[in-house]
Structure formats: structure tokens, C-alpha cells
């Protein structure tokens, strides 16, 4: 007989603890609550320094959320050099690793969510997920390991290489400098420095720990990702993180379009100037799809019968396919499209928008079903 061997998977109790992510993460807040008072009180309020904290504290959390998150670890677009290099610049300024790092870490995430191999693994405690896991030596055996594109790209490389010049240098020397331009250096450092990293990083770490823990879960509960508004209204739209597990190839986290979303709006804008391209979208039909499978599971689990409402599910995937069927041909017709077929694509265009139609009155239709479904059973 085979003989079995017990693997135990590497956990935060059997790695080294890491100093300097430790010496950072308590030296950063400490530095916060006491030199922002002692700015303040010395130096009292100057408009041009919080503007300039603002201003330095958005292009950092977008080089996050639009550049190491959605573009560099989700390839969920494509951009021209000059945006590669603000990202690789102003996400170096967050002081959350280079892209390589971040990016790697955040791939493994996604395959392996909740178990032992995702690094910030929700099940080892919300602390651990928050920043536990920075504080001890990441595991070798994951090094690059789902980043080989990355690898290949020069630029990626060379922010990897030279990550700490590349930090310090737009996370603290710039700001500080600009600080002094603008009249105190010691404001530059404090707000524009070290206050604007702890909002930022812990921004980050919430989406982390925070949003695996509280929130909705609109579209799938077979991982602990959740929806928050509260911190999709801090970290720029990455909330959102219940559609963002289910579908992490969109490069939109909030799909309505009123949905708190900065970063979408910040690759619309790249997209309108010719910047931004290849923008990846999930069908409608394929969300309202998860949706469906979601709010069934939620009225079975209230011990509601839901066959009474089944014909209008079938009736929305029915529509959905057909929407998604006709898209598909009009968009491969638009794609090669000559002069004679311009009639014929009008034509076309008509049928999808009709079917898009059909497809909303579909699921707005098995929406109020499922809500009369509900209150009968209230009754
Ligand atoms: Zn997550
Ligand atoms: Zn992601």
C-alpha cells in the first residue's frame, strides 16, 4: 500500500516575522498622530498644502486600484506607455510593494481565496488578512510564480529592480520637496507623506479584510468576497468585491453606471482620449445570470417556493441568450463591414436594441415575482 504523507500547509505561525514591514507598519500611524497635530498647531491651515495632499493621494490610490489592481494584476485593459509609467511611478509612492510583488500576491489570491494558499486568507482572522499577513516572510515557494508576463515587461522590471529609490523617492522626497515649494516642508512630509500612505495603505488592507467580512453578496457565495459601499466610496470603486471575485476580468467593479466607481471613470476618461483600450466587459446577461442563481439560493434559503416563479427565470436566460446571440453578429458584421452592408447593419442594430429590450422587461419581470413570491409568504 501507497504510503500516505501528511501535509501541513505552511501557515503564519510557522513563518519568520518580517522587521521592516513591522518597523513600518507601527512607525507610519505613530509619525501621523503626532506630527499632523504638531503641523497644525505650529503652522495652522494652509488650503495649498491639503489640495496638494488631495491631488498626490488620488494619483496614488488610482496607480492602485486602475494600475497594479485592474490593468497590471487582472489585465482587464490595455493602456499607452505614459499611463505604465504613472502607475509604475505613483503606485511605487503607496509603498505597497512593486507591482511584481503586488500583483503575484493578488493573482494567488483569486485562484486560491479562503484556503491556506491565498496570502491574505479571511479564515485566519480579519487582522491577519488586514495586515498579518505583511508582517511575516512571505512563503518562497509562490515567488513569481503567476507573474511571467510581468516578468517580460521591461518597465515592470525595472520598477521591481529599483522599487525602494522608486518609493522613497515619489513617496516621501517629492512630497516633501513640493511641500517646500509650497511654502513648509515640514506640511509636505507630514500630510502629503506619512498621512496620505497610512489612508491609503489601510484603504488598500480594508478591501482585504474588511469587504471578506461584511456586505452583500449579489452575485456568488462560493467565496467570502462582499460588496460594501463604504469602501467602494474609499478605495475608489474596489468595494465592490463580491462582482469583482465572480468576475475579475471587467475592468469596471461598480457596473451601473451611478455606482461609486472612480477608477472606472478614470479608464472611461484614458479610453475617450485614445489612452485606454481593449476595456473588458462581462455581458449583462452573464451578471444577471449570477443574480438570478443568487436570489433563488436567498429564497429557498427563506423557505419561499420559487417554481411558481421558474418560468420567468427561463424567460430571462431565454432573452439573454438571444440578446447576447444577436450582439455577437452584429458586432463581427460592424467588424468587417462594407459600404453595401451598411443597410443590413442598421437592421441589425434595431434587432439587438429590441432584444436588449426584451431582455431588461425579462428580468425586471422576474424581479417583481420574486418580490410578490416574498410578501405571499409574509402573509
Ligand atoms: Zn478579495
Ligand atoms: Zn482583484
Known amino acids: 500500500m501507497e504510503e500516505q504523507t501528511l501535509q501541513i500547509p505552511p501557515t503564519a505561525k510557522t513563518r519568520k516575522i518580517y522587521w521592516p514591514n513591522i518597523i513600518y507598519l507601527v512607525a507610519s500611524p505613530l509619525l501621523s498622530i503626532t506630527l499632523v497635530p504638531y503641523y497644525l498647531y505650529t503652522q495652522g491651515f494652509d488650503w495649498k498644502v491639503w489640495v496638494f495632499t488631495l491631488v498626490l493621494g488620488c494619483a496614488t490610490t488610482v496607480s492602485i486600484t486602475g494600475g497594479y489592481h485592474r490593468l497590471f494584476a487582472h489585465r482587464s485593459y490595455s493602456t499607452r506607455t505614459w499611463v505604465k509609467i504613472f502607475y509604475l511611478l505613483f503606485g511605487g509612492a503607496s509603498f505597497q510593494g512593486s507591482v511584481l510583488k503586488w500583483a503575484t500576491d493578488?493573482?494567488?489570491?483569486?485562484?486560491?481565496?479562503?484556503?491556506?494558499?491565498?496570502?491574505?486568507?479571511?479564515?485566519?482572522?480579519?487582522?491577519?488578512?488586514?495586515?498579518?499577513?505583511?508582517?511575516?516572510?512571505?512563503?518562497?515557494?509562490?515567488?513569481?510564480?503567476?507573474?511571467?508576463?510581468?516578468?517580460?515587461?521591461?518597465?515592470?522590471?525595472?520598477?521591481?529592480?529599483?522599487?525602494?529609490?522608486?518609493?522613497?523617492?515619489?513617496?516621501?522626497?517629492?512630497?516633501?520637496?513640493i511641500g517646500y515649494g509650497l511654502g513648509s516642508t515640514l506640511g509636505g512630509f507630514a500630510m502629503a507623506a506619512v498621512l496620505r500612505l497610512v489612508v491609503?495603505?489601510?484603504?488598500?488592507?480594508?478591501?482585504?479584510?474588511?469587504?471578506?467580512?461584511?456586505?452583500?453578496?449579489?452575485?456568488?457565495?462560493?467565496?467570502?468576497?462582499r460588496d460594501s459601499y463604504i469602501m467602494a466610496f474609499f478605495a475608489f470603486g474596489e468595494g465592490y468585491h463580491n462582482f469583482h471575485h465572480q468576475f475579475q476580468s471587467d475592468y469596471r467593479n461598480g457596473i451601473r453606471w451611478f455606482d461609486w466607481d472612480p477608477t472606472k471613470w478614470t479608464v472611461n476618461f484614458l479610453a475617450s482620449i485614445g489612452?485606454?483600450?481593449?476595456?473588458?466587459?462581462?455581458?449583462?446577461?452573464?451578471?444577471?445570470?449570477?443574480?438570478?442563481?443568487?436570489?433563488?439560493?436567498?429564497?429557498?434559503?427563506?423557505?419561499?417556493?420559487?417554481?411558481?416563479?421558474?418560468?420567468?427565470?427561463?424567460?430571462?436566460?431565454?432573452a439573454g441568450k438571444k440578446w447576447k446571440m444577436i450582439r455577437e453578429d452584429y458586432l463581427a458584421m460592424k467588424a468587417g463591414m462594407k459600404e453595401r452592408s451598411k443597410e443590413k447593419l442598421k437592421i441589425l442594430r434595431?434587432?439587438?436594441?429590441?432584444?436588449?429590450?426584451?431582455?431588461?422587461?425579462?428580468?425586471?419581470?422576474?424581479?417583481?415575482?420574486?418580490?410578490?413570491?416574498?410578501?405571499?409568504s409574509r402573509v
Not at 516572510?137 to 521591461?154: G, H, I, S, T
Not at 491609503?200 to 467570502?224: A, K, M, V, W
Not at 452573464?286 to 423557505?303: D, H, P, S
Not at 434587432?351 to 416574498?374: D, P
Request: glycine share 4%; with cysteine; aromatic share 14%.
Open 350 to 376: 434595431q434587432e439587438m436594441k429590441r432584444s436588449q429590450r426584451e431582455f431588461k422587461t425579462a428580468w425586471q419581470l422576474w424581479v417583481a415575482y420574486a418580490r410578490h413570491a416574498r410578501t405571499l
Open 200 to 225: 491609503t495603505n489601510h484603504s488598500t488592507f480594508f478591501i482585504n479584510s474588511l469587504c471578506h467580512t461584511l456586505g452583500r453578496q449579489p452575485y456568488s457565495d462560493e467565496h467570502s468576497a
Open 275 to 318: 489612452s485606454a483600450y481593449n476595456l473588458k466587459k462581462i455581458s449583462q446577461a452573464t451578471i444577471i445570470k449570477a443574480r438570478i442563481v443568487m436570489e433563488e439560493k436567498q429564497l429557498i434559503q427563506e423557505g419561499i417556493p420559487v417554481e411558481a416563479i421558474h418560468p420567468f427565470k427561463v424567460k430571462v436566460e431565454e
Open 106 to 177: 493578488h493573482r494567488r489570491h483569486h485562484r486560491y481565496v479562503d484556503t491556506d494558499k491565498d496570502p491574505y486568507n479571511i479564515n485566519q482572522g480579519f487582522w491577519y488578512a488586514h495586515i498579518g499577513w505583511l508582517i511575516v516572510e512571505d512563503d518562497p515557494q509562490y515567488k513569481d510564480k503567476f507573474a511571467q508576463d510581468l516578468l517580460n515587461d521591461r518597465l515592470i522590471y525595472l520598477q521591481h529592480k529599483y522599487y525602494l529609490w522608486v518609493a522613497f523617492g515619489m513617496g516621501v522626497i517629492l512630497p516633501t520637496w
